[in-house]
């Protein structure tokens, strides 16, 4: 019974590792907000790891928190669309910006939707909240940015 417990607990450190190393690929984060250079806009940055024989594509949105009831609603125009990441197995980075109008202060946050298709169908899906501490975010504004939310005044 021993033996078969320890096979049992191999065999799950073995199918969990590899879920655990692809899930610190898989973020998104908050890397321009409103900046001199980039006024009213925030820029999204996402990350996803690859798969064989696999396109890989990601969707950038941004929520706004509602002052009146605190929840998180989809700002109606910054959708980029479905957007091509590359393929095959390499961690694949890409980002979106989206400048966003309105009076008074807003606070802003990223979603993002991730898809592998594989013969035009998606064995996978995720989706991620911008979180902030990412290294990886080229094109932030100021250089390193990462942030889960981001405040327009």
Do not use: K
Not at 50 to 62: D, E, K, N
Not at 142 to 150: E, I, N, R, V
Request: aromatic residues 8%; hydrophobic residues 40%; contains cysteine.
């Amino acid at each position: 019974m021993a033996r078969h417990a320890l096979i049992l607990c191999l065999l799950f450190a073995v199918v969990a590792a590899p879920a655990h190393a692809a899930g610190s690929d898989l973020w998104a984060t908050v890397n321009v907000c409103d900046t001199a250079a980039h006024p009213n806009e925030i820029g999204v940055r996402a990350s996803m790891p690859g798969a064989p024989r696999t396109r890989l594509l990601m969707r950038f949105r941004v929520q706004y928190r509602d002052p009146a009831d605190g929840r998180w609603r989809y700002v109606r125009d910054a959708d980029s669309g479905w957007t091509r990441a590359g393929r095959g197995r390499a961690t694949r980075e890409s980002g979106y910006s989206f400048e966003v109008a309105g009076e008074g202060p807003r606070i802003l946050r990223g979603v993002v939707d991730y898809r592998w298709l594989r013969r035009r169908h998606a064995p996978r899906r995720a989706r991620r909240i911008t979180e902030g501490g990412h290294r990886s975010t080229a094109g932030a504004d100021p250089a390193d940015y990462s942030a889960a939310t981001c405040r327009i005044a």
